[in-house]
């Protein structure tokens, strides 16, 4: 969401006359947007702001002045430390508030020759009004874009800040996302990702401005399928408990929807889940897994981990390496529990030791990097469709993603950058995979490709 996020913040800016820079030693402006999930991310926050002090200072002493700006979720938490302790920041501004960027950046300047320096601009407000409803058109850039649907949570995992610093849950209007959607298409993006902290529980009015006509991310997916030119479809992230049926429904009569759902589970212990306030079991887990494969058999799954829970016994533990087995994910993205500030999870007095967290780390990282491995060795011989949006690093080679997200590289023609083709996989690797174009009879032009795989 960052992603989408820093994407919106320089259309925001470009109407100001803003371009992007190649570094930023020559940027007149200087935006980190920053995460907060964890101590580890957040950390990289201060030592990034020393090193731009000092690009600050020099590009001073040549003449230039530099706004510097902190955005997202670590200036929504930590914003007024950071003004106090990082003078040199000019604009502290939280996840909800960029439209409001182009006022920030005029008051900014207006400090910078003012008679005095004034202490840096803070907005990091929840505004009643959604910031989509002031932003301008979104601008395309490149062949797979992120689409944001839906943010924030209310679920208020014992772990997570996310409800803290991106707010109540909110869906934008059917007709805002459609009309996002078509401008991309529009501006040749072929595949489309729904972005949501708590995507499928998505319920945006279907008819803008009628309370009451909500509908799921089942019925957006659909609507969104009937757009020309979208071919494939993926969302992110799920909660287990809002997996609705008529979700699972499009997972089956869907083609554009890609056969892949990334649906965090975080352990493999009820207990340890009861204690996270995650609301699903490992049976909610495994009932949702079989209705998925039920109406789509070549369903595969991505999941989350967090091991060192406070209060996580060897038991709990092995739960997880269980559970890991059980359900072959394909990838996974696994973490030491990080006691976030204000979260329930922070005060748990049984917290565990983090060499400990470091150890089962270890041991569960193994099984998931071997699982996932076989995956993509049993991928090879198959034919799957891959959007092309990356040049590789060898020369004629062109990188794209297969329906389960496996990066794949490809000796191709430039004239295939952008494109959709089938592709067939020929080696495997830990993180990615090699493939070949498919060369049928009567090779499809580029746009009847298009046309083929959406059909
Ligand atoms: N510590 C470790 N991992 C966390 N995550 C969220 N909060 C924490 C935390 N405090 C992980 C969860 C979530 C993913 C985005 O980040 O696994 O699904
Ligand atoms: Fe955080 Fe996801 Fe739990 Fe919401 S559902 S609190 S975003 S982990």
Known sequence: MNVYDSNRMADVLAALGYVSADGPDDADMIILNTCHIREKAAGKLFSELGRLRNIKERRLASGSSTVIAVAGCVAQAE????????????????PQTYHRLPEMVARASRAATGPQKNKGILDIEFPDEPKFDHLPEVTAKGFSAF?????????????????????????????????????????GVKEITLLGQNVNAYHG????????????????????????????????????????????AAHGDVGELMPFLHLPIQSGSDRILSRMNRYHRIDDYRRM??????????????????????????????????????????????????????????LMQDQIPEFLQSERLVVLQELLEKNQ??????????????????????????????????????????????????????????????????TVANQPSPMNEIERVSA
């Open 289 to 346: 897994v079989d209705k998925l494969l039920a109406v789509r058999p070549d369903m595969k799954l991505s999941s989350d981990f967090i091991v060192g829970f406070p209060g996580e016994r060897d038991e709990d533990f092995e739960a997880t390496m269980k559970i890991a087995d059980e359900f072959q994910f394909i990838q996974t993205y696994s973490f030491k529990y990080s006691p976030r500030p204000g979260t329930p999870g922070a």
């Open 373 to 438: 491995m076989t995956f993509n060795q049993e991928s090879v011989g198959n034919v799957v469709s891959v959007l092309f949006d990356r040049r590789g690093r060898k020369d004629g080679q062109l990188v794209g993603r297969t329906p389960y997200m496996q990066p794949v590289h490809v000796q191709a023609s430039d004239k295939m950058f952008g494109q959709i083709a089938e592709v067939k996989l020929t080696t495997a690797h830990a993180n990615s995979l090699g493939g070949e174009l498919v």
């Open 79 to 94: 914003g007024a430390e950071i003004i106090n302790c990082a003078p040199f920041v000019d604009i502290v501004l939280g």
């Open 147 to 187: 689409l944001s649907v839906q943010e924030g949570c209310d679920k208020f995992c014992t772990f997570c800040v996310v409800p803290y610093t991106r707010g109540a849950e909110f869906s934008r209007p059917f007709e805002d996302v459609i009309n996002e959607a078509r401008t991309v298409a529009a501006g």
């Open 205 to 248: 009015e279907a008819i803008k401005g009628e309370p009451g006509s909500e509908a799921g991310l089942g019925l957006l997916i659909r609507q969104l399928a009937e757009i020309e030119r979208i071919a494939h479809i993926r969302y992110t992230t799920s909660h287990p408990i809002d997996m609705a049926d008529d979700l699972i």
